[in-house]
């Protein structure tokens, strides 16, 4: 009785989330789901009582009868709670968050990946990211393919932008194991630097460009500014369960700074997240050879991280924290599961896949991740 209830009650992540997303959509969602969680209260209530009561009257005849009597009105009155519970279970799912359907095409999504990549004025420039890939590997290969990092320099002055910098600032603030309530420091702590980390992604030009494409397709995202905001914060900060049922991680967690899951590194598609790994040797991260490369522009690699290993993991390279999530924004509102969101970038055709994951009436990024195109002449003529 009490789980179907909890469904009703408006999660910790979320409410707690109100200084991150400054939204002025978030009271409309608590007073949504405090008002079924009333409603479950009010029924199971009166209920009960109707219950409590039937037990208590007094026998006006033999006590088998009033026995039998009192057994069937519970089990009526059971019966009603629980078509009660059931309807308001619908209801409430049928004002949940859904992803609204996106009328864009493939070639304007194309498009747009190209312009995000014209004005990310973040990216790195020749030279800033020198790469060592070593030997090939693939993804049944147990031996190590490569003696050295894959990142053999990084520009600093390149990680001094604000947005890296604020990047590497909420590292610290998750445990890689999944099944552990997030986050690791203060909540204070971690709404702080998130709100500074959208602040300032959100007023980068691949930001301002996005909003600018949703709002121009009429998509509800970009309605204003604020419920921009507030979806991208929930979309990609927001905490949900991966495992054991706890709040143990994000959309930004699992995409940018990965986690450990089952003996296997999963997610992680970022590579300052990768290059800061490398650089840190109290981590255990060991870079063991490329599965695909597309010169500086996205590679899939495997690697070991303390004692777990990614058999195969991509990620784009030299790009700033804000394409990265620009891009994989406005594929994953796009195109998801089955179907890729298929760009270019410095013209090596790349598509990126995204799941979705529902939880607690809400809806969250689950995973994103590139994978290579076929290489072509201008992806070679661009790059080499």
Known sequence: MWSVALLFIPSYEAVSGTAILKSEAWPDVVARQFFF?????????????????????????????????????????MGKLTAVWTLLLCISAGFGQKIPKFDVSDQELLEMA?????????????????LDYQQHTNTRDSSDNARNRLFSTVDSSLLRKPTYELLLKMMDNYSRQTGIIEPRVSLQEEKAEVGEFLTVALNTRPFVELFEFFKRKGHPIATNANTFRFWIGQLWFSHYSRALGKADTSGFEHVFLGEAKNGE????????????????????????????????????????????????????????????????????????GRETCNVEVDGCPLSITSFELYQRDKVYIGTIFPSAGRITEECRRKNS
């Open 37 to 77: 969680g009333f409603l479950v209260a009010f029924f199971t209530f009166v209920g009960l009582a109707h219950i409590y009561a039937a037990a208590r009257r007094p026998p006006t005849s033999s006590f088998r009868y009033e026995l039998r009597r009192s057994a069937e009105t519970t089990r009526s009155t």
């Open 114 to 130: 190209r312009l995000l990549r014209d004005v990310d004025d973040n990216k790195a420039r020749r030279g800033q990211v020198v």
């Open 265 to 336: 590194v999963s997610g992680m598609h970022n590579w300052v997240r990768f290059y800061a790994l490398e650089r840190n040797a109290s981590e255990g991260f060991d870079y063991k050879g490329f599965i695909v490369k597309r010169f500086n522009v996205m590679a899939a690699v495997k690697f070991q991280w303390k004692e777990e290993l990614k058999k195969s993991g991509s990620l784009l390279i030299g790009t700033s924290p804000e394409f990265d999530l620009a891009l994989y924004t406005m594929c994953f509102l796009s195109r998801r």
